[in-house]
T-cell receptor, first 113, second 114 residues
């Protein structure tokens, strides 16, 4: 069984640029969520995708957007990067059904300079 | 954003000692999850709890879903050096769009001394 994989692992971008982060969900999981984890804090929910549609969003501006593909993989796009966007971005996949625990990838460390 | 109240913030214990940490919330959750995160890695799921009052074990780890559905605790017995890391609690709720989102605590940094 393949776990959740994210790419790239590290990324450095300049303020104002755009970035795309990628995630492959765990085999059999059709729900993908994205979280932002600032240094020293717990992860914060950005949004969730199910059947290629966004079905929930946290307190993040519209410049954070995403996609889910038919194979359940997902992308997180961030436009007009700000210094405060520097964080670990985590992707989590979940199965549907009674037990919906989320399994996380290793994350992408984004640094905005 | 909203976060759960997780305590203690950090712990220094001797190898072999037992550890206890807990989370409280002003909101009710349907599911409580406990994760461990090592530096530079994503959180790894330790235990999932689905019913109020549920007590679940995973090896030396035991966690409980509080009766009020607003709290949970995690115990680690007979700690070993590889228990070092940051432990997070997370409550799962269903958003207006039907998303199952997790709200995380601020973490407990555990250090095990030889």
């Amino acid at each position: 069984e393949t776990g959740v994989t994210q790419s790239p692992t590290h990324l450095i971008k300049t303020r104002g640029q755009q970035v795309t982060l990628r995630c492959s969900s765990q085999s059999g999981h059709n729900t993908v969520s994205w979280y932002q984890q600032a240094l020293g804090q717990g992860p914060q929910f950005i949004f969730q995708y199910y059947r290629e549609e966004e079905n929930g969003r946290g307190n993040f501006p519209p410049r954070f957007s995403g996609l889910q593909f038919p194979n359940y993989s997902s992308e997180l796009n961030v436009n007009a990067l700000e210094l405060d966007d520097s964080a670990l971005y985590l992707c989590a996949s979940s199965p549907t059904g009674v037990r919906t625990e989320a399994f996380f990838g290793q994350g992408t460390r984004l640094t905005v300079v | 954003g909203q976060q759960l109240n997780q305590s203690p913030q950090s712990m220094f214990i001797q190898e072999g000692e037992d550890v206890s940490m807990n989370c409280t919330s002003s909101s009710i959750f349907n599911t409580w999850l406990w994760y461990k995160q090592d530096p530079g890695e994503g959180p790894v799921l330790l235990i999932a709890l689905y019913k109020a009052g549920e007590l679940t074990s995973n090896g030396r780890l035991t966690a409980q879903f509080g009766i009020t559905r607003k709290d949970s605790f995690l115990n680690i017995s007979a700690s070993i050096p590889s228990d070092v890391g940051i432990y997070f609690c997370a409550g799962q709720s269903i958003s207006s769009g039907s998303a199952r989102q997790l709200t995380f605590g601020s973490g407990t940094q555990l250090t095990v001394l030889p």
